[in-house]
């Protein structure tokens, strides 16, 4: 497990990060990506979506050019704090401090998922994906963006000390673990040489 796979250390690596995530997200994440993933999510405009690892709403500000239901959920006081600047506390979009592995949700509450940039920072991802499953209607898309695996063994190691990366294969284990069908995996990336991220489109079974 890496180091930012702790949920006390996430939350501090927040604290400061949350300054300047706005600035440094489009690095690795940037609205080119997060159009295309939204395309592959296809979410009609009356889909009630919730948003997990929302962070200071980046996707969320996306996900509201397809549905006004959306609803936000993250861990880090701070990341909220600043997801509340730019839409308000009453503004169109519900937030929630919350764990992922723990959704406060009833089950079939939703009828899409979106999840980009958390999964890496899960302590049990599997156990999380079973939530996303559990809140999620039958026939729902689940979509979730997170950290390719590097390519060397030796950058792999050190990527795997702080956070979760995973490739392909990983990602069909987990999700077949959680009861998802995936559907697709694409990998994204902002520049040539920048981090690649891993979106995988997955469906509640029927």
């Not at 609205?31 to 997990?52: G, S």
């Not at 996707?59 to 701070?78: C, I």
């Not at 996303?132 to 898309?141: A, D, M």
């Amino acid at each position: 497990m890496g180091i930012l796979e702790n949920k006390a250390r996430a939350q501090v690596f927040y604290k400061y990060l949350s300054n300047v995530y706005d600035e440094i997200n489009p690095f690795v994440w940037n609205a080119e990506m997060r159009a295309e993933a939204l395309e592959l999510f296809d979410v009609d405009e009356d889909d009630r979506v919730l948003d997990i690892g929302c962070g200071t709403g980046f996707g969320t500000e996306g996900l509201l050019e397809h549905t006004e239901r959306v609803h936000g959920l993250d861990q880090s006081a701070h990341q909220l704090k600043r997801a509340y600047g730019k839409f308000g506390r009453d503004g169109p979009v519900k937030f929630y401090r919350g764990d992922a592995e723990r959704l406060p949700f009833e089950d079939d509450t939703f009828d899409a998922l979106w999840s980009s940039g958390s999964i890496e920072y899960w302590p049990d991802p599997v156990a999380a994906l079973r939530e996303c499953r559990r809140v999620t209607e039958p026939g729902g898309n689940v979509l979730v963006v997170g950290p390719d695996a590097p390519k060397t063994s030796v950058v792999g190691r050190l990527a795997d000390a702080i956070m979760l990366f995973y490739d392909e294969e990983e990602a069909d284990r987990m999700f077949a673990a959680a009861d998802l069908d995936v559907v697709e995996h694409r990998i994204q990336q902002a520049n040539p040489g920048s981090p690649r991220a891993i979106t995988t489109l997955a469906r509640v079974p029927e």
